[in-house]
């Protein structure tokens, strides 16, 4: 329950990252299809087009924090926060199905494997540690506020990974020419991948039908607004992301007596900072006494 109210990460950072990211991947691409071509290599060229889903993984990001940033209008009366959690739910559903893609070109050479350039697999490889891995580093420091560029950030990192058992697999085929050893490694990332990136689905996934925000807790919340004297009980409490950033709430809150309009609205200023400081800075807050609310007892 400790997070900090911001309406969105910085924005002029983030679109300077998503640029570079996506130079630099784009650069990678173009790299390894040309050695795959100039080598006949068809590990490479199937890692280029692979590595071709981090480019996308990137630009729907980037259009998602743009998107973010914009005004509401009357049509769209929270603007398009939402996009946000949309593009984190395609970017993980991206990573599974690049997963597909790595595990069964994976058994493949493991049942029928070739030999490889080995030492033009080693070098390109080890570049794409650097680019990934750099990119991911350009992502880091928002993974715990953002889940969109959470998923950017593991889309990278994973990625990074991949690279790194094509380096190992490489040097182990350099020296006991273990083919096969190629395809055992894909197999491996992923099903690492996989698990490290379930959560990840699952969240994104909860984000997008409104449930609850991970890390928030509609007891606790409960908690916090009852622990005025003014407030004898809350009920009717609902709590969901309006963008990866930013929770919102509404709830009904019985006082204890009969207040006039002024003090209603002190009470009413008190709730909303000490639900600012557990970072829910969206909240709307209906007031009535006990027996003379709403009147539906699953209200």
């Known amino acids: 329950m400790g997070h ?30 040309t050695y795959g071509i100039l080598f006949n290599s068809t590990a490479l060229l199937s890692d280029a087009g692979h590595n071709f889903s981090d480019i996308i993984s990137l630009v729907v990001g980037a259009i998602s924090v743009f998107l973010s940033s914009k005004k509401s209008t009357k049509r769209l009366s929270y603007g398009y926060r939402k996009v946000t959690i949309l593009a984190a739910l395609f970017n993980s559903l991206l990573l599974i199905a690049a997963v597909g893609v790595i595990f069964f070109e994976s058994i493949k ?18 570049l794409g540690i650097v680019i990934n891995s750099f ?26 990974l991949v690279s790194l058992g094509v ?3 490489a040097v182990l085929m350099r020296f006991f020419h273990w083919y096969w050893l190629d395809g ?8 690492i991948i996989v698990f490290t990136t379930w959560d990840l689905l699952k969240e994104s996934f909860l984000l997008t039908i409104d449930a609850v925000p991970k890390d928030y807790d509609i007891a606790k919340v409960k908690e916090v607004i009852e622990q005025l004297p003014e407030v004898k009980s809350t009920h009717h409490i609902h709590l969901w992301a309006l963008s990866t950033t930013e929770p919102a709430l509404t709830a009904h809150v019985v006082l ?15 709730i909303q900072r000490l639900l600012h400081e557990i970072g829910i800075g969206h909240t709307t807050l209906e007031f009535e006494l006990e027996g003379k609310g709403c009147g539906d007892p699953e209200c």
């Open 109 to 126: 050479k493991i049942i029928n494997p070739q030999p490889l350039n080995v030492s033009v697999v080693f070098w390109v490889a080890l």
């Open 135 to 160: 990119t991911a580093f350009l992502f880091v420091r928002w993974t715990e506020r953002d889940i969109n560029l959470k998923a950017v950030f593991w889309h990278m990192a994973l990625d990074a």
């Open 4 to 33: 900090h109210h911001e309406h969105h990460v910085e924005y002029k950072e983030v679109n300077l990252a998503f640029k570079l990211g996506i130079g630099l991947n784009l650069l990678y691409v173009a790299f390894e299809a």
């Open 184 to 191: 055992l490694i894909g197999v491996i990332i992923s099903i």
């Open 256 to 270: 204890d007596k009969n207040y006039s309009l002024e003090q209603v609205i002190e009470i009413n200023k008190k």
């Open 167 to 169: 380096v190992v697999s």
